[in-house]
């Protein structure tokens, strides 16, 4: 084998290395405009970080959140929370 076909090869298998690490586990994070999720009902805590989390988002493209589902929870003992 001559010095460069082996340069070649190791450039190869190099690159395929580098290739084959990088690949994976990049999965989106979920989207918060699918459905509302449980917490939000459970205590009001959840519903402000939902709130929180989509009042940032700007999707005109898509159909608005339902949110009949959603029952905040009405407690005397807690303490409103800063908006």
Do not use: F, W
């Amino acid at each position: 084998m001559s010095p460069h076909t082996r340069k070649t090869l190791l450039i190869a298998l190099l690159g395929t290395a580098a290739l084959t690490a990088c690949g994976g586990g990049d999965d989106p994070p979920p989207d918060p405009l699918a459905s509302v999720p449980a917490e939000a009902s459970q205590t009001s805590g959840g519903l402000i970080a939902y709130l929180r989390q989509i009042v940032g988002l700007t999707p005109e493209d898509r159909e608005p959140v339902g949110i009949d589902a959603v029952d905040p929870q009405k407690t005397e003992n807690e303490e409103p929370e800063a908006v």
